[in-house]
């Protein structure tokens, strides 16, 4: 049986039948809410019952969905295609990849002398490898991370 309450009533409803002393057991129970509150209660019997045109339309939803996800996985590879072919052009034409400013590759040389690990780190969005690299070559010896990170910033390795 599904009963719909207020959180208001429903505590109400307990309060009232545990400083009466009651128990609330099966119809009983039903009457007593269905006084208290107003709304009456359901049984799943008239719930089972589906429509079978609410049926058609979910599944006429759900086709459209499948064809609008089909749609969008066409323009995310159209995008991506564009995407590549815009890169190569790039290359193509000795255009750093970043596309970063001039000052802010002077900032990054900067921070490749003070600190090359996270010169790298900023350069390669957090590649794990080129970082971890970076990180070792810096703690064994300064001057190998400076160049390593030198070679990343540059677009050498």
């Known amino acids: 049986m599904k009963i719909k309450l207020t959180l208001f009533s429903a505590i109400a409803l307990l309060l009232s039948s545990f400083s009466f002393g009651q128990e609330l057991q099966g119809s009983s ?12 209660i359901e049984d799943e019997a008239s719930n089972e019952i589906i429509d079978e045109a609410e049926v058609a339309d979910v599944k006429k ?10 749609e969008m996985k066409k ?6 295609k564009a995407q590549k072919k815009i890169s190569k052009e790039r290359k193509s034409k000795g ?3 970043s596309g970063m400013s001039e000052v802010a590759m002077i900032l990054l040389v900067i921070l490749a002398i003070i600190l090359p690990w996270l010169a790298v ?3 390669t969005g ?6 971890l690299v970076s990180v070792l070559l810096w703690l064994l010896f300064w001057i190998p991370g ?6 990343v910033i540059f677009d050498v390795i």
């Open 146 to 151: 400076i160049v390593f990170a030198f070679l």
């Open 75 to 80: 323009d995310l590879k159209q995008s991506l």
């Open 121 to 123: 780190g900023l350069y």
């Open 61 to 70: 939803e759900k086709v459209n969905f499948r064809d609008a996800l089909k």
């Open 95 to 97: 255009l750093s990849g």
């Open 29 to 40: 129970a039903e009457g007593l809410i269905e006084q208290e509150t107003g709304i009456f």
């Open 126 to 131: 957090w590649d794990t490898m080129l970082t």
